[in-house]
């Protein structure tokens, strides 16, 4: 059972190109999650969706864009990175009804 | 809007020693959580806490709820080195699942 995967766990990118994470969950979770973190932020949430197909913005949704076309992926991308962008990457996912959030293993993104 | 307040930031103490983490939230929740986080890994659940009066205990840590003051405490009993880590607290509500700035705990030995 692989719970939560995220890919890729590393990146750096230069400022203005693009890329995309992938999240993907094998529990059958309806309600996906990504969060940033910084130092002394704790986790702030960019974006979340609580099925396929289903996207909402979050605490700090801007310069991301994410999709949930199917119900085990969930894809944050990046349009045009920018050095404010670096920072730690987390997805996590959970039923609906919950009791917990299961995390992936983070995505180090570093834009130069 | 929701917000969620953790205090100390930052807690360095002696093994052996007893303290308590607290975390504060400005509505109300369906459901608190308390998570563990060691430096470079992800997160770990440590307690899912659901109704007013909630008390869940783990070997050294004991979390609890009060929805009525909306506070969380997470206490932990004699220290040792091990529980170095950050503690956050994270709150559930409108489907959205949002998070204190974490405790920074170092234990002395």
């Known amino acids: 059972n692989a719970g939560v995967t995220q890919t890729p766990k590393f990146r750096v990118l230069k400022t203005g190109q693009s890329m995309t994470l992938l999240c993907a969950q094998d529990m059958n979770h309806e309600y996906m999650y990504w969060y940033r973190q910084d130092p002394g932020m704790g986790l702030r949430l960019i974006h979340y969706s609580v099925g396929e197909g289903t996207t909402a913005k979050g605490e700090v949704p801007d310069g991301y864009n994410v999709s949930r076309l199917k119900k085990q992926n969930f894809l944050l991308g990046l349009e045009s990175a920018a050095p404010s962008q670096t920072s730690v990457y987390f997805c996590?996912?959970?039923?609906?009804?919950?009791?917990?959030?299961?995390f992936g293993q983070g995505t180090r993104l570093t834009v130069v | 809007e929701l917000k969620v307040e953790q205090n100390p930031l930052f807690l360095s103490m002696q093994e052996g020693k007893n303290y308590t983490i607290y975390c504060n939230y400005s509505?109300?929740?369906?459901?608190l959580y308390w998570y563990r986080q060691d430096p470079g890994k992800s997160l770990e659940s440590l307690f899912v806490?659901?109704?007013?009066?909630a008390v869940k205990q783990e070997g050294r840590l004991m979390a609890s709820l009060d929805t009525k003051a909306r506070l969380s405490t997470l206490h932990i009993t004699a220290a040792v080195h091990d529980l170095s880590a950050t503690y956050f607290c994270?709150?559930?509500?409108?489907?959205?699942?949002?998070f204190g700035k974490g405790t920074r705990l170092h234990i002395l030995p």
């Open positions: 996590a996912s959970t039923l609906q009804e919950g009791p917990e959030a299961f």
């Open positions: 509505t109300t929740s369906d459901r």
């Open positions: 806490l659901l109704s007013n009066g």
């Open positions: 994270a709150v559930d509500r409108d489907d959205k699942i949002i």
